[in-house]
């Protein structure tokens, strides 16, 4: 159920997005899960009903399956510290294992990402062509095995 995928990096567009949504979002938080396109983080989907506050952000995981492919979150901080608070930890321990803080002023400098038990871990932007049809019949976040 957990398939533990060894990510490899984000690409480039799609930390530009988590970016951009961060910087939209100000001076509210941004969140969301992040899934991969087979190794490399590649999309962000956002929460419905996700909660957020000058001071705080809570997903609402009873609205999402996180079965779906996800690998762990994104949330922007509206402050420029990209460090976690306590209840970042909390959340991270419980909800998957690479987690992306996005500080002001949201720039490729200011975001850090930080593994299930909270300690910073490097991940590599890169520059790769996502497929366009890569959500097309052969969805990746399609459960697997029911067939
Ligand atoms: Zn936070």
Redesign the pocket.
């Known amino acids: 159920m957990t398939r533990r995928t060894e990510i490899r990096g984000i690409a480039r567009d799609t930390l530009h997005f988590i970016l951009e949504a961060s910087r939209s979002s100000h001076p509210l938080e941004f969140i969301g899960l992040l899934r991969p396109y087979e190794d490399v983080i590649a999309e962000v989907l956002l929460i419905p009903g996700s909660e957020a506050s000058d001071h705080s952000?809570t997903l609402r995981f009873d609205m999402v399956p996180l079965t779906a492919g996800a690998v762990g979150t994104v949330?922007s901080?509206p402050s420029p510290t990209p460090l976690?608070?306590q209840e970042?930890l909390f959340f991270f321990s419980r909800h998957g294992h690479l987690h992306i803080?996005a500080a002001y002023p949201y720039t490729e400098a200011s975001w850090r990402c930080y593994d299930g038990a909270g300690h910073e871990r490097a991940l590599a932007v890169l520059d790769i062509e996502l497929p366009d049809d890569y959500l097309g019949d052969d969805d990746p976040w399609a459960e697997e095995g029911e067939a």
């Open positions: 952000a949330h901080h976690p608070s970042d803080i």
